[in-house]
């Protein structure tokens, strides 16, 4: 199965994953529209970029999302990319999309007990997510990030990005990592490897150095189980049930990973 699960080609917290701790104020926070509500956005044409330095910017934060390691090297602490958490390059519904999420913000963050905006949001991924630390607000790398994800949600209204943020809905049931263990076997690892170490720059990591810390939210079993059955296997997307998933997803949490970091928990 490939985080993109890849996770998964978390992810996953955001990081939301990817993704954060209870309280947060998530990038993908679980919705479901109605019926009857707005349809998800459709994602811009990559060829409508503009011309320019603003779209040598958005370019550029396109290539950070993708390859976040690569191209944001001083502020990554693993191998995962944005994109391998929020698909699609952010655009796939019920994947943890940003199309229209800094429309949403600023926001009020329980975890943090204050009014944060959405580049202070995008600074929790990477210290939980990315296992990093969190790039200034005004540094290039967090100008062309923002910039992409703007360009992404342009003309998008506060209705149309709720109608497909967050996760799929799950019903809450108690994972078994024994059985979740031979679901990995036979489904996950051909891609992310018996020792979940992913394959670098392609498939992203699961547990160990490589992969998100203890405080993202990919690490909490309800959301990467709700991640698992919208997106894994990539092949295969929707055939896992809900019980495989969090079967799966508490396998995954019982394995080793980096701690998250205590000075940077007003992220």
């Given amino acids: ?4 699960i890849a996770l998964l080609p978390m992810a996953l917290a955001l990081g939301v994953a990817l993704a954060g701790s209870s309280g947060n104020v998530a990038l993908g ?6 019926a009857t509500g707005p349809a998800a956005p459709q994602p811009p044409d990559l060829a409508s970029i503009p011309a320019g330095k603003q779209g040598d910017l958005i370019r550029q934060g396109k290539d950070i999302f993708d390859q976040t390691p690569t191209h944001a090297k001083a502020y990554v602490g693993n191998r995962l990319s944005c994109n391998d958490c929020h ?3 952010g655009t ?6 940003l199309t229209g999420v800094p429309g ?16 202070e949001r995008v600074q929790e991924c990477f210290v939980r997510s990315e296992n990093g630390t969190p790039p200034p607000l005004d540094s290039p790398e967090m100008n062309a990030l923002l910039a992409y994800i703007e360009w992404i949600s342009q003309g998008v209204s506060k209705q149309e990005a709720l109608a497909g943020r967050g996760l799929v809905q799950v019903p809450s ?16 690892a051909v891609c992310h490897q018996d020792n979940g170490s992913g394959v670098p720059a392609v ?3 699961l547990w160990g150095r490589g992969s998100y810390n203890d405080g993202a939210g990919m690490n909490k079993i309800p959301k990467m189980a709700a991640f698992l059955v ?9 055939s896992l049930s809900p019980q495989d998933a969090y079967d799966v997803a508490a396998y995954i949490h019982g394995k080793p990973r980096a701690k998250f970091n205590p000075a940077y928990s007003k992220y």
């Fill in 29 to 34: 926070t679980a919705q479901q529209s109605s």
């Fill in 104 to 119: 949403l913000f600023p926001q009020y963050s329980q975890r943090a007990g204050r009014v944060i905006s959405f580049g």
């Fill in 1 to 4: 199965m490939k985080l993109r």
């Fill in 230 to 238: 919208k997106a894994m296997p990539p092949t295969q997307p929707g």
């Fill in 173 to 188: 049931l108690t994972g078994n990592p024994d059985r979740g263990a031979v679901i990995y076997q036979q489904r996950c």
């Fill in 87 to 89: 698909l699609q390059g």
């Fill in 203 to 205: 498939v992203p990591a």
């Fill in 92 to 97: 796939e519904p019920k994947a943890a999309p």
